[in-house]
């Protein structure tokens, strides 16, 4: 079975995490390093994707930096999102000739990881036809946007777990004028670790490697 190493981290800087994951992927291009699943969270940042739309984000750089809110133009899929507290940040760093050269099937095997992780907490989440990400009820829970180089993947996923939701309000979240929830909202209370190592054992089954908890040798 193929190893895949889980290094949680906490709250990172998102300028940070792009390097560490610009390192990560270079490593695992290069067979220095095997799969790795790094899971965080961010301060307040907002994000573009590289198909993304400046009309979809809402505010102004004043109005922004007001409510204490970074912006990064990124080169992951998708369009615009947030990321801030109480959210669950995955950064998978896979090399897809091991597991199945589909993109496809492997942001369809994240959705699943997703749905599965909020089945354990009671959560009745699912897709929507043609639609990326994971929703309960007509309203977006969870975003992914990723990234392939020479079938290695970068980016990820953001799960709302207890993610304060006004902070939406600056944006068209991934393009979609479409409601966003949270666990919380939808009454779970839950730690950001515990829900982690939820989505690490559901990431370990769906895409059959052993999950090896190690410490962050990354400064951050």
Known sequence: MRKCCLRQIGRVDYGAALEIQRQAAADRKAGLVCDQLF???HP???TLGRNGR???LLAG???LARAGIGFYPTDRG???TYHGPGQLVGYPILDLREWKR???AYVRAIEQCLIDTLAEYGIAAGRIEKLTGVWV???KIAAIGVHLSRWVTSHGFALNVSTDLSYFQYIV???????VTSMAELGVRARLQEVGESFARQFGRIFDCEMENVESEISV
Request: proline residues 7%; glycine residues 14%; contains cysteine.
């Open 54 to 56: 400046m009309e979809n």
């Open 78 to 80: 998708g369009d615009v």
């Open 39 to 41: 899971l965080l969270e």
């Open 102 to 104: 589909d993109v496809g």
């Open 173 to 179: 979240p991934c393009g979609l004028t479409r409601p």
């Open 137 to 139: 009820d007509g309203r």
């Open 44 to 46: 307040h940042v907002i």
């Open 61 to 63: 750089d004043d109005v």
